[in-house]
């Protein structure tokens, strides 16, 4: 089982920023396409944004998409995620997970992922 270890949650007013970390042991993350996803309560769990493996292609979800951006830093084995411009609707816990699959629309959905972390809560609000 991989282990993925995420952090960086908190709470913070609309308008301001984040920056989310996951970080793995035991494994390479840049041998592995990299998803970031949130839930809030009563939701299903909704596929924000992917990294690939090797190239680093990256996808957004529309709701993020010019707001949020993914990157890797392979020295730290770590994926970030910057969130800016944060809304009340982007509260919600996050996680990051690891899978084998091309990263897109189509494969980020939490099916496709084996691996996941124990999540981070991010709470927007004034």
């Known amino acids: 089982q991989l282990q993925l270890v995420e952090s960086g949650g908190g709470l913070v007013q609309p308008g301001g920023s984040l920056r989310l970390s996951c970080a793995a042991s035991r494994f390479t993350l840049d041998l592995y396409t990299i998803g970031w996803f949130r839930q809030a309560p009563g939701k299903e769990r909704e596929g924000v944004s992917c990294?690939?493996?090797?190239?680093?292609?990256?996808y957004y979800a529309d709701s993020v998409k010019g707001r949020f951006t993914i990157s890797r830093d392979n020295a730290k084995n770590t994926i970030y995620l910057q969130m800016n411009s944060l809304k009340p609707e982007d509260t919600a816990v996050y996680y990051c997970?690891?899978?084998?699959?091309?990263?897109?629309?189509?494969?980020?959905?939490?099916?496709?992922?084996?691996?996941w972390g124990q999540g981070t809560q991010v709470t927007v609000s004034s």
């Open positions: 997970a690891a899978g084998r699959q091309a990263c897109g629309a189509v494969t980020t959905k939490a099916f496709f992922f084996a691996s």
């Open positions: 990294i690939s493996s090797s190239v680093g292609s990256t």
